[in-house]
């Protein structure tokens, strides 16, 4: 059974030690212009050159994203830039327009480029020209189903396939949006979105009398632009047969602990596949994982064919039924040195997410001292250092989550 990349999002360096800590084989990150993701934190070339030695150095990969639609200005800035990712070895670009393509293949002829989802690869033809161009992988468009990825697959064996396993998506074909632009001013494709689709819209009708009368989907206000999020964890087994070779999880923007939550439960559920093969579904158990963090309402999209419920009318996104309580920054004898994230109380439960053994398992809140020594009952000041007493030998890098 052929092993598939868990590849995961890295919008600085934190989220970077997160993905990697909970079990993804790569990151796919951007640099501090030429990505579509400006309002993360990003990486400045000096955190570029640092992260890929310390991916390298734990056997992982760095894919780097260079996915705007350029224009002419940004031509001679993104031949420097394919040059300096070559020279410090990461592991692909991607990139989605043809002409930063041809630059890369001429100014940085060893760089490998992937074919970013925003070139909406749809057909096999498609697929075959990229590869005629030295795309080594395509990231196909989420507008897919399993049918369509197998046909490309056979059609072209030879070229790597990424698809997104999880995370949002966006109302428009491959991401392909203007709404940003006229709503805010900030161009979704020069990596500026506000995401506008998730805003509550207010509509009104004109009636047979002439008067304007207000439509509602319900008292929470009506959100006709706003996709559900994608969850295949219950298809891993059907995407390897069709051939994809790296599981796609969306979100640099999102928080570390929703990271960590879905790469936790992508890795355990990968793991369980390789044991079990397509019988590791019967566990089930990353379902419930991932309705542990913030997401909207789930869906397969197009996986399974033509799919017009898509939409997530109801609201912007549920909390998810637990709460990040505290980060884990190292163990001493019987206790856990952690830093609060959301209040919790002495007599409270707090569950462990990690990817050890401890993973799930619960504390009971009993003694619990400052870094002075001073014991309180109520943990409230946000990113105090706190020690929490327990016979788990818990690792920098675990948390500690309680229910919503």
């Known amino acids: 059974m052929n092993k598939i990349e868990l590849l995961a999002p890295a919008g600085d360096f934190n989220k970077l030690k997160t993905a990697l800590y909970y079990g993804a084989d790569a990151v796919y990150l951007g640099g501090k212009e030429l990505g579509l993701r400006a309002f993360s934190g990003n990486f400045s070339d000096e955190e570029l050159s640092e992260a890929v030695v310390y991916a390298h150095e734990r056997g992982k990969k760095i894919y780097v994203t260079v996915n705007i639609l350029a224009r002419n200005y940004d031509i001679e800035k993104a031949a420097k830039y394919f040059r300096f990712l070559e020279s410090i070895n990461i592991d692909g670009a991607i990139v989605s327009d043809a002409g930063l393509i041809a630059l890369a293949r001429e100014v940085a002829p060893s760089l490998k480029i992937n074919l970013s989802t925003q070139a909406s690869a749809l057909n096999y033809k498609a697929v075959k020209f990229w590869k005629d161009q030295g795309v080594k992988r395509v990231i196909l468009a989420r507008e897919l189903s399993l049918k369509e990825i197998a046909e490309i697959h056979e059609k ?67 959100y006709i632009l706003n996709s559900k999020d994608l969850n295949l964890s219950d298809y891993i087994a059907e995407l390897g ?164």
Request: charged fraction near 30%.
């Open 156 to 222: 072209v064996p030879d070229i790597e396939i990424e698809t997104f396993i999880h995370g949002a998506m966006c109302i428009s074909y491959s991401g392909r949006c203007l709404l940003s632009d006229y709503r805010a001013g900030r161009p979704s494709n020069r990596g500026e979105c506000v995401q506008a689709c998730r805003w509550n819209y207010e509509i009104r009708e004109k009636g047979s009398s002439g008067a304007f009368m207000e439509m509602e989907q319900d008292e929470r206000g009506t």
């Open 241 to 404: 047969k069709a051939g994809v070779c790296s599981f796609k999880i969306e979100g640099r923007m999102k928080s570390e602990y929703y990271l960590a939550t879905v790469v936790n439960a992508y890795r355990r559920a990968l793991d369980a596949y390789y044991k079990f093969g397509k019988d590791y579904v019967k566990d089930g158990f990353y379902r419930e994982e991932l309705d542990k963090t913030a997401h909207r309402e789930f869906t397969t999209a197009y996986l399974l064919g033509d799919n017009d419920r898509t939409e997530n009318f109801t609201d912007s996104q549920s909390r998810g039924t637990r709460k990040f309580a505290a980060m884990v920054l190292g163990s001493g004898d019987g206790y856990a040195l952690i830093e609060m994230r959301n209040r919790f109380k002495a007599g409270d439960t707090l569950e462990v997410l990690s990817p050890t053994d401890n993973f799930n398992k619960i504390i009971k809140i009993g003694k619990m001292e400052t870094e002075k020594g001073e014991i309180i009952e109520d943990a409230k000041i946000v990113q105090q250092k706190i020690k929490l007493y327990t016979d788990l030998k818990l690792s920098a890098g675990d948390m500690l989550r309680t229910a919503n």
